[in-house]
């Protein structure tokens, strides 16, 4: 059963990551701007939503809270940018310097028990604490079929139904006029301003959804490891720009696929390289390794490091 | 109209290498002018736009707009009254979205860009009728990226776009430029109609010396920060490009060229 346990770990990774790789077509591909935030908001959104389960909170309330958190630290970022005029890599370099902090102290202050020291400061989600399975219609989905040689199923479904609430979403907001402005911002700012509207409230919305995304999926990410450590966001970055830029280059010429489904596709098919990579037998401490030099070969043979007009290949 | 009031404006203040281009430089549009703008460069032509269009702060002066003080609205607050094409037809337009979106969103001007739906198909007609007018086989291809067009339909595009919502004031960047001769012309025509149709107050800058001879009401001609000719009415009717080129010369003559 080695074949199911592989396609439970790369499905239900990839779908978390989708979430975080949909976060990044908003601020990467669409407003053209290399957020890294997101290391930190990815952690804020597990430890909000950490803080929801350990304290027995609604968690389909806690996703929302997650989501909202991001949003709050993206639009911080944004506002850095925006307001200050500082550079976007270091606005995403301080506000995840500054969440290491902030997420620490929601950690703590979720901790119980025995972990109770900073040293080991993790939420450790207990055997009744009521997570996305047990809540509302988790808890009417069957977690494995026997049948099927006990493949999972709860988990992965209901990582599925946030992925697509996410990407639909996301669609219908980008056809929206406020959607339509964002999409307008990142290609040509002129433009916007022409329109008479100050293109910064753009970037500052679309670098909160896109950190919003990112916090969405840490909180998904709890599922899999039953709690929140501080190591969690770790990696964020490269896992959320290789989903992204997979998937856009290998459906590139599919064109009715719309690219939040690409995006979706893409992070499922690079956790599933990073697990025949980890089936070779090499050690799970050289995972960050092989995740960036998975990323490069992606960047190489996808031909997408960045060139004028490379933007427009990617609308939705 | 639009007053521009004793403006000062250098580059790189404060360094070996200052310049400084406007000194007490006053000009004054009025309405339902079409001005001509020509100079050769660095005469201060652009930076006039610039300076009008707020992507340039002057360093002292005011610029007024219908008496109120525009001199420290930001560029995209302007933009509710001044309306500009740019040389470059890719600045126009968006090119990631289609003709339609495009439409949409200039449409959309000066109202709140919310969650509502942005394309309305009932304004679909409207932007075909406008399309239809530049002639171009446009009206057919709403759907198309604009990235896919050619510069000249861009910049027809970006005109029309800049014409749907009223504006004061009508600002042209070079706007013929970087377009083949056979495209300018449509272009140009295509702007003086827009001009016509809206009764709006335009000021074109251009370095084509015959468009600045025929069309318009008034030509300028800057020369060091200078409007070293400005003339309207009848006086410009009968103004010759020679006249302008001759001009030209005796500058380049003084300026040891």
Redesign the interface.
């Known amino acids: 059963m080695e074949f199911v346990g592989a396609l439970e770990v790369f499905l239900e990774m990839g779908l978390i990551f989708s979430v975080l790789a949909m976060g990044y077509y908003v601020s990467y591909s669409i407003l053209d701007f290399p957020d890294l935030t997101v290391e930190g908001t990815f952690l804020t959104g597990a430890v909000v939503f950490g803080l929801f389960v350990a304290n027995g909170l609604n968690p389909w309330l806690g996703l929302v809270a997650a989501f909202l958190s991001g949003c709050l630290f993206g639009g911080v970022t944004g506002l850095l940018h925006v307001k200050l005029k500082i550079r976007p890599l270091l606005c995403g370099i301080l506000v995840s310097t500054a969440l290491i902090t902030v997420n620490l102290v929601g950690v703590t202050a979720g901790t119980v028990g025995d972990f109770r020291a900073e040293s080991s400061s993790i939420i450790s989600f207990g055997r009744d604490a009521m997570t996305l399975n047990d809540a509302f219609f988790g808890n009417l989905i069957p977690a494995r079929v026997a049948a099927l040689g006990n493949v999972p199923l709860r988990q992965p479904l209901i990582f599925l139904v946030v992925a697509v609430a996410c990407k639909v979403l996301l669609d219908l907001?980008l056809?929206?006029?406020?959607?339509?402005?964002l999409?307008?911002t990142?290609?040509?700012e002129?433009?916007?301003?022409?329109?008479?509207?100050?293109?910064g409230k753009s970037k500052i919305i679309g670098l909160a959804i896109g950190n919003g995304c990112a916090a969405i999926a840490g909180a998904l990410y709890t599922h899999t490891v039953d709690g929140v450590n501080q190591s969690m966001g770790l990696g964020m970055v490269i896992i959320g720009l290789a989903s992204l830029i997979i998937g856009l280059s290998v459906f590139k010429k599919v064109r009715f696929l719309k690219s939040t489904t690409k995006v979706i596709f893409g992070a499922i098919i690079y956790q599933a390289c990073l697990v025949v990579v980890q089936r070779f037998g090499i050690p799970s401490a050289y995972n960050k390794f092989i995740m960036a030099v998975l990323f490069t070969l992606v960047l190489i043979l996808g031909g997408r490091q960045k060139k004028q007009?490379g933007?427009?290949r990617?609308?939705a | 109209m639009l007053t521009l009031e004793h403006i000062h404006t250098a580059f790189h203040r404060g360094t070996v290498d200052e310049m400084k281009l406007f000194e007490d430089f006053s000009f004054r549009v009025n309405k339902g002018d079409f001005i001509s703008i020509v100079g050769s460069n660095g005469s201060g032509k652009t930076t006039l736009l610039n300076l009008i269009c707020g992507t340039l702060q002057p360093d002292a002066g005011k610029i007024l707009l219908r008496d109120k003080d525009i001199t420290h609205l930001?560029?995209?607050?302007r933009?509710?009254y001044i309306?500009?094409v740019?040389q470059d037809p890719?600045?126009?337009?968006?090119?990631?979205?289609t003709v339609l979106?495009n439409f949409?969103?200039?449409d959309?001007?000066?109202k709140?860009?919310?969650?509502?739906?942005?394309?309305n198909k009932k304004r679909i007609d409207y932007y075909k009728e406008l399309l239809s007018k530049c002639g171009m086989g446009l009206e057919d291809r709403l759907n198309t990226?604009i990235?896919n067009l050619s510069g000249g339909q861009r910049q027809a595009i970006a005109l029309v776009l800049?014409g749907m919502t009223d504006v004061d004031l009508l600002i042209l960047d070079e706007h013929t430029a970087a377009l083949d001769p056979k495209s300018s012309e449509t272009i140009m025509e295509l702007t003086d109609q827009l001009v016509k149709e809206h009764d709006l107050t335009a000021v074109m800058v251009t370095h084509n010396l015959r468009f600045a001879v025929e069309y318009g009401n008034r030509l300028v001609m800057m020369h060091d920060g200078k409007a070293i000719i400005d003339k309207s009415g009848e006086e410009k009717k009968a103004l010759q490009v020679t006249d302008l080129l001759e001009t030209f010369n005796q500058i380049s003559i003084e300026c040891g060229n």
């Open positions: 907001y056809n929206t006029k406020n959607g339509l402005l999409r307008a990142g290609t040509n002129q433009f916007v301003k022409m329109l008479a509207v100050d293109p007009g933007v427009s990617v609308n | 930001p560029e995209f607050k933009a509710k309306g500009r740019f890719k600045a126009g337009t968006c090119s990631n979205l979106e949409a969103l200039a959309n001007k000066g709140p860009f919310a969650l509502g739906r942005a394309v990226p990235g800049t």
